[in-house]
């Protein structure tokens, strides 16, 4: 029997996001919850810009923490194997899988380049046929149909499954998780380590040592964690609304314009980054950062007090 999977598309900022928050839809629960590590800043000087960014985020624990999905991934090259976890999870729920872009016609990087991380949902199988309907939620495409041999090119040895537990989030108070979020900011200092990223890139006269080992601009660590903070900053807006309305916070919601600039402040900072990358003479470019960065560092601070002092009144609790 094929499961049903109704799919929401919101702009999702990477594929393992879109499968998370399309899973708790399917299962009627909300997804937003798992965006409240977003805000945040992590450098510690290294060898290199790049290197000294730490941007993870971790989604997974969140999601599991607030709307008891947990998702467990596991290596299996055997796809005979892989058959049998079909067959024993697809009565009841979909199956994640790792695959190869390159091998994935519906993906940017189809028959361009690999890329072994891309995951989507098996949520039908037919062995006689040798035939399997995919859900790819990030790319909003369902039951798609694709031949064993076909899957077989792209599978990249891993699959992942889904632990339906109790929607925990009934029990949290939203507004309190924000108020923790933007002390965790402000005690953590995370604007002013941001300026400290900038100072060292206003030092920077050459950007060769970023390039070592990476034969393209795009593929170093410095242009994958900017573009990286970019995104987490996106999120940032979803979290907050979606906060302002389920608690009716009207002053948040009031303030909603200064929390999406927040992100729009973000955007094009992975594209300069990636310009920066690609020239020999990189003072232009790195001097428009650097301005950039600064206003940022002063206005992320700035909103987040305004947010505590917001939430923290005795009528928003």
């Not at 994935?104 to 949902?121: Q, V």
């Not at 941001?194 to 006269?205: P, V």
């Amino acid at each position: 029997m094929k499961i049903d999977m109704p799919l929401i598309d919101t702009g999702f900022s990477n594929c393992f996001e879109a499968l998370l928050a399309n899973i708790a839809y399917w299962q009627g629960r909300d997804y937003q919850l798992m965006y409240v590590n977003e805000w945040d800043f992590k450098f510690t000087p290294l060898n290199s810009l790049g290197n000294s960014l730490d941007t993870h985020r971790d989604k997974r624990n969140a999601f599991y923490s607030y709307y008891g999905i947990k998702y467990n991934e596991y290596d299996c090259p055997d796809f005979e194997k892989l058959i049998v976890v079909f067959n024993e999870e697809l009565k009841e729920r979909p199956v994640a899988v790792r695959v190869d872009t390159y091998f994935c016609p519906w993906d940017k990087g189809y028959m361009k380049f690999h890329s072994n991380i891309h995951i989507y949902l098996i949520n039908e199988f037919n062995h006689e046929k040798k035939i399997l309907y995919c859900t790819d939620p990030f790319y909003h495409i369902k039951d798609k149909m694709i031949s064993y041999d076909s899957f077989l090119k792209g599978y990249a040895g891993r699959y992942g499954l889904f632990e339906i537990g109790p929607d925990k989030s009934r029990d949290v108070d939203g507004r309190e998780l924000l108020i923790n979020i933007l002390a965790s900011s402000i005690d953590n200092n995370i604007f002013d380590l941001i300026r400290c990223f900038t100072r060292e890139l206003e030092k920077t006269e050459s950007l060769e040592n970023e390039l070592e080992g990476s034969q393209k601009a795009w593929n170093t660590s410095l242009y994958w964690n900017i573009a990286a903070i970019e995104k987490s900053r996106k999120r940032l807006p979803v979290l907050f609304s979606f906060v302002a309305d389920k608690y009716s916070v009207n002053e948040i919601i009031t303030y909603l314009d200064e929390i999406n600039l927040i992100s729009e402040k973000w955007e094009g900072m992975s594209e300069l980054t990636l310009k920066m990358l690609m020239v020999k003479d990189v003072s232009p470019i790195k001097d428009r950062m650097v301005k950039k960065l600064y206003e940022i560092s002063e206005f992320e601070e700035s909103v987040a007090h305004q947010l505590l002092e917001i939430l923290s009144k005795k009528g928003n609790l």
